[in-house]
């Protein structure tokens, strides 16, 4: 258990939605990383954010937003949902930024399915 | 970015050392190497990461060649719970939390 919390565990969804994903950092962070991963494949660096701001961005297009709060939970949002969209969604959450070198602690994952 | 290459599949007994290598030929001074590693249906868990010098803690040691071109994850004493998937990740930032996964490698441990 790393503390980080995710929800919801399970999502379907149909093409053409809007769909928000909510992360609870682990206590005392203040830097939240989401990740795609689809069936098979290692997990995908979309953004992070560090005290409310976007901190980095991976390959991911615009209708893939996010938000970081005061308390430093992180929502995921994404638009347009396409059937590619399909995958567990991670966050993970850490203490500095990037800053320093530092791990990162999962959650246990969102599964988004687009039909 | 410094790529990673890992085996995609390995098999080890119960009890016996795992011994997991990794080759990331193109990496560069500054980047270190992480280790993770993801049970089925769970997120993926930290379990070490080095610079240039061997590293030991709680659940792994990591050897990493003196020209740092590969690496070897070693799991001294495998348990049925060490199956999973191992990635190996040479992080593109100084900070290690934006972090480039590959495939990895499936380990299963076998009784």
């Known amino acids: 258990e790393t503390g980080v919390t995710q929800s919801p565990t399970h999502l379907i969804k149909t093409r053409g939605q809007q769909v928000t994903l909510r992360c609870s950092s682990q206590?005392?962070?203040?830097?939240v990383s989401w990740y795609q991963q689809a069936l098979g494949q290692g997990p995908q660096f979309i953004f992070q954010?560090?005290?409310?701001?976007?901190?980095g961005r991976g390959n991911f297009p615009p209708r893939f937003s996010g938000l970081q709060f005061p308390n430093y939970s992180s929502e995921l949002n994404v638009n347009a949902l396409e059937l590619d969209d399909s995958a567990l969604y991670l966050c993970?959450?850490?203490?500095?930024?990037?800053?320093?070198?530092?791990?990162?602690?999962f959650g246990p994952g969102t599964r988004l399915l687009v039909l | 970015d410094a790529k990673t290459t890992q085996p995609p599949s390995m098999d080890c007994a119960e009890g016996r050392a795992a011994n997991l290598p990794c080759n990331h030929s193109?990496?560069?001074?500054?980047?270190?190497v992480y280790w993770y590693r993801q049970i089925h249906s769970q997120g993926p868990q930290y379990i070490i990461h080095?610079?240039?010098n061997n590293e030991t803690n709680e659940m792994a040691s990591l050897i990493i060649t003196e020209d740092r071109k590969s690496s070897t994850l070693i799991l001294p004493h495998a348990t049925l719970r060490d199956t999973a998937v191992y990635y190996c990740?040479?992080?593109?930032?100084?900070?290690?939390?934006?972090?480039?996964f590959g495939e990895g490698t499936q380990l299963t441990v076998n009784p």
């Open positions: 993970a959450s850490s203490l500095n930024g990037g800053l320093i070198q530092e791990t990162q602690y």
């Open positions: 206590s005392g962070h203040n830097t």
């Open positions: 954010y560090y005290r409310e701001e976007e901190n």
């Open positions: 193109t990496i560069s001074g500054n980047e270190y």
């Open positions: 080095g610079l240039k």
């Open positions: 990740i040479v992080d593109r930032e100084t900070s290690g939390s934006r972090l480039t």
